[in-house]
């Protein structure tokens, strides 16, 4: 498997985890366990964002080869 679609899915992974934590967060009125929740989110998302970088690096050096 490519190392971008590694990175795409470990970015969903992050971003399934952050939710479920900011839920628990908001339920049990936990402002740091919401907070730490979406800041995962977030690093979910860039972690797909590089995933997707990657990916088009590696179709760019594939083509040129």
């Known amino acids: 498997m490519k190392q971008s ?3 795409k899915i470990k970015g969903s992974l992050h ?4 939710s479920i934590k900011e839920t628990a967060g908001e339920a049990t009125n936990n402002d740091l366990l919401t907070v ?5 989110k977030i690093a979910g998302k860039a972690q ?3 995933g997707q970088m990657e990916e088009v690096l ?6 040129k080869c």
């Open 36 to 40: 730490k929740g979406q800041i995962e």
């Open 15 to 18: 971003e399934v985890k952050g």
């Open 5 to 7: 679609m590694k990175d």
């Open 58 to 63: 590696e179709k760019k050096v594939s083509s």
């Open 48 to 50: 797909q964002k590089v």
